[in-house]
């Protein structure tokens, strides 16, 4: 059995390190290859990608995690019937911890591609690990002691940037202000670094990168791998949003080779929503990165690729037998035979001439734990009359001392869900100002000092001295890289599809034939995460009836229609 001694498990420990029954193990043999370990051998590395899922026969595994200035702490030490791994091993990438023979280990050795084998065919046995490998991945992330380092001042722009990425990703990572912890002082003389490079960001295999790009880091921790350019997908999902997870869980399921491509993170708006009540089968609410995250996990689990982040730059045909092809970033390309668009929105930015120099320090389009650490006990401005600026406003209500609502119409009700408005006139520290917009703001060397607003029928201005600003002002569809892709839009720029084109289009089909368009970056969409991931689902019908038609596809009748989709 495994034996805890990190206390973030709490109640959850067996579930999070079950025993597995003698009956269990004689399931999984099939799955893997027997393995033997040496007394002190290292059987995993931190930042090494480790051999698969390794079920312990005899003997006992010590697992630890860097501490920082070559500490190791342990978090368990597996006995037989435990195993050994979390959700790095489901998709081959790096491990996040050590593993250790403590005394000679007899095991046997499951690769991620039979994991998910096992995952499909044992389906009560795969439940029990699936689990399990993600409390070990949440008790990774809340030991915060995991993972890569980010170092540099607490409110750097660039911090916050490389924090919110690896958050967002549901990466385990560590920040040390530079200029208070004595760890990252250490750290900084010991790697030479020159104050002016910082923040650097210290990876698990040892590299130092000096204030790296999402990508550059995202490749450093085993996050993004090169594109297989000979292989060809049956379906590539550009954008990995509420629909573009949904698609691909769906698609996968029903045995498509899936690729999935997002230029910033998994979860679109919604994995930046604070906590979504409305969404059917969660009474008690979920965040949107809990949702997205489980939504992620799910399609790895079918075997879905995921390219994040990398940006889909030009849709074109193909010569050489597949239909499509996608240039990405990095001189990459993907074959594929149909496209799904589900690229989602921007968010929009106010118009006022100094917006940008407060942009990632005191001017935010999400409120995460990481936004409301910065504003705890201040006053913030928060402008929009959307569910997303109510979540957000009332998130932030716990934190700051007070929200300061700025909405342009004259009422929340048009706008916003009945629930959430009735909560904001609960909260004794948010102020609604309808029919006022923010003017100015005023500040210096990217620091934010104070707000200018302006009520429109009075003309009354106000300033208040508010350091973070919030905005939820809408989102414009993000399509710009499909103007050079011969993919029909609409004046706004939304994809135009199905009955808009004409009678010969299905309902989600673009323009062009085999290319598919989902979610909010549909024109005449309803933008709510529910009618995104019905639409994910919807749409592997279509590609289904797409291939089966092509001919580049043997598909089974079964298969084929949104009745056999939903009983996944």
Same mark, same amino acid.
């Given at each position: ?233 049956? @379906? $590539?999902? *550009? !954008?990995? /949003?509420?629909?573009?997870?949904? %698609? =691909? +869980? #769906?698609?996968? &399921? ?125 006053? @913030? $401005?928060? *402008? !929009?009359? /959307?569910?997303?600026?109510?979540? %957000? =406003? +009332? #998130?932030?209500? &716990? ?137 994910? %689902?919807? +749409? ?29």
């Amino acid at each position: 059995m495994s034996q805890t001694v990190n206390p973030i498990f709490g109640a959850r420990r067996d579930q999070a390190f079950p025993t597995l029954a003698e009956a269990d193990i004689d399931r999984m043999r099939r799955f893997g290859e027997a393995s033997a370990y040496a007394a002190g051998e290292q059987i995993i590395t931190a930042g090494d990608v480790a051999p698969g899922l390794i079920v312990v026969l005899s003997g006992r595994v010590d697992i630890t995690q860097d501490g920082g200035l070559g500490r190791r702490d342990t978090i368990v030490t597996h006995g037989p019937g435990s195993f050994v791994g979390e959700l790095a091993q489901l998709s081959a990438r790096p491990s996040l911890v050590n593993a250790e023979a403590a005394e000679p280990v007899e095991a046997f050795v499951i690769p991620s591609q039979r994991l998910r084998d096992l995952m499909v065919q044992e389906a009560n046995l795969g439940e029990r690990i699936m689990r399990a490998l993600i409390l070990r991945r949440v008790g990774l992330l809340e030991s915060a002691t995991s993972g890569p380092i980010i170092i540099g001042p607490a409110d750097n722009a660039d911090v916050l940037r490389l924090q919110g990425f690896l958050a967002r990703s549901g990466q385990p990572h560590r920040v040390l202000d530079s200029g208070s912890d004595p760890c990252a002082k250490t750290l900084v003389e010991r790697f030479n670094v020159d104050p002016h490079h910082l923040p650097v960001v210290l990876c698990p295999n040892g590299r130092l990168l000096l204030n790296p790009g999402e990508k550059d880091l995202a490749r450093c921790i085993g996050l993004l791998r090169p594109i297989d350019a000979d292989k060809l997908y049956d @379906v $590539a999902i *550009v !954008g990995a /949003g509420p629909a573009g997870l949904a %698609a =691909a +869980v #769906y698609a996968a &399921s029903e045995g498509l080779s899936t690729i999935v491509l997002d230029c910033r993170a998994f979860g679109g708006q919604a994995g930046a929503s604070s906590r979504i009540e409305n969404y059917l089968g969660f009474p008690t609410g979920i965040s949107g990165m809990a949702l997205m995250a489980r939504a992620y996990n799910q399609a790895q689990k079918f075997g879905v690729e995921m390219v994040i982040p990398d940006e889909a730059k030009l849709l074109s045909a193909a010569t050489d037998g597949a239909r499509y092809t996608l240039d990405v970033g990095d001189g990459e390309t993907v074959r594929t035979r149909t496209v799904v668009i589900a690229s989602g929105a921007r968010y929009r930015r106010l118009d006022i001439a100094n917006l940008a120099r407060f942009e990632g320090t005191c001017v935010h389009y999400w409120a995460s734990p990481i936004e409301a650490r910065l504003c705890q006990g201040q006053e @913030v $401005a928060l *402008v !929009g009359a /959307g569910n997303s600026a109510g979540q %957000a =406003a +009332v #998130y932030l209500a &716990s934190h700051a001392r007070k929200v300061a609502l700025l909405a342009r119409g004259g009422s929340l009700d048009a706008s916003m869900s009945r629930y959430l408005v009735e909560r904001i006139r609960a909260q004794p520290n948010i102020e609604v100002l309808t029919g006022t917009e923010v003017e100015a703001l005023e500040g210096d060397e990217g620091s934010l000092g104070a707000v200018r607003w302006r009520n429109r029928a009075s003309g009354a201005a106000t300033t208040r001295p508010i350091r973070h600003l919030f905005l939820f002002i809408g989102a414009d569809p993000n399509t710009d890289w499909l103007v050079q892709c011969n993919v029909a839009l609409d004046a706004k720029g939304f994809v135009r599809t199905g009955s808009d084109l004409g009678s010969a289009h299905g309902v989600m089909e673009t323009s062009r034939s085999g290319v598919f368009a989902i979610g909010d970056v549909r024109a005449g969409s309803v933008k709510r995460v529910a009618a995104a991931v019905g639409e994910g %689902a919807q +749409v592997v019908a279509a590609l289904h009836a797409y291939l089966a038609q092509d001919g580049s596809r043997a598909v089974a009748p079964q298969q084929v229609g949104p009745e056999r989709i939903g009983r996944v």
